[in-house]
């Protein structure tokens, strides 16, 4: 069965979503069109790219996320270092090793801009905060005077990745009549994670004009725990920040989810597990994809496209 997905964020949570992926295919659908925004970003990106849950698997099991968290060593003397790389970068670490990553994974299956994938088949979701500005990603470029059809899908996953001062964020520059008019530092926009506006953009798909064709079910995979609700520990500027993060991840879609039908969510349990923990062990990783897997099963064991 046919159906389209959009895949919530979570950072390295987001392992789970492949478990939820495989659920999905065990129970025969077939993902026409995706969506995700942060590490559901990724996950939607690879489903493009026409990966399957084992091979999803078999990579993250292959991969030190930790390699993610790269810096020059002058930022890594103590006290000084992280907080002037924040003042410097505008992040604690930069994001090309996230991006270096799943450009890999794309071009292992022929995937480098987006006119290598069907047009309207992939969405991710960013935020300009130079503009306050919602992306949906690749259409929107457009308002910056860049082709969607010639920019690099990896370069949009890292921009819906780049959690705020944990990342550095994506810089683009205007062109064309985009630029018109504007001084030259003007012509430079800050694009960051997507969660920061819409960390499940479930309402994505509910876009489509009605008549016509009846449109496919629209499922959502969304990442739940039980650290949604628990304290944070907050020491210091950057603990506030991530704090606040964290907290805008796991409240601001809630309320649409609530109005709309929560039967077409996918709610995956994730173990306490904190969004930018990336130095998980084999076990903890292996748990958040059995996770998925168990959600998934459950949830299709039960769910019906009548709904």
Known sequence: MQINAVFEGGGVKGISLAGAVKAAE???????????TSSGSIVASVLAAGYRADEIKRIIESTPFHSFLQRAPIFNTKFIGPALRVLIKKGLYSGEALENWIREILLAKGIFTFSDIPAGKLYIVASDITNGRLLVLPDDLRQY??????????????????????????????????AKGKSFGEQFVYIVDGGLLSNFPLWLFDRESKGGPKPLPVLGFQMVGK??????????????????????????????IEQQNRNRTIKIPTLGIGTTHFDLTREESENLYNSGLSAGTMFFSRWSSEH
């Open 26 to 36: 065990n129970a025969g659908m077939e993902f026409s069109r995706v969506a995700g």
């Open 145 to 178: 005077g860049i082709n969607p059809a010639t920019f690099p899908v990896a370069k949009a996953v890292r921009m819906s990745c780049s959690i705020p001062y944990f990342f550095d964020p994506v810089i683009l520059r205007l062109l064309g009549r985009a």
């Open 227 to 256: 650290n949604s609700n628990a304290p944070h520990l907050i020491e210091g500027p950057i603990g506030m920040l991530t704090a606040m993060f964290e907290t805008m991840l796991s409240t601001h879609d809630e309320r649409y």
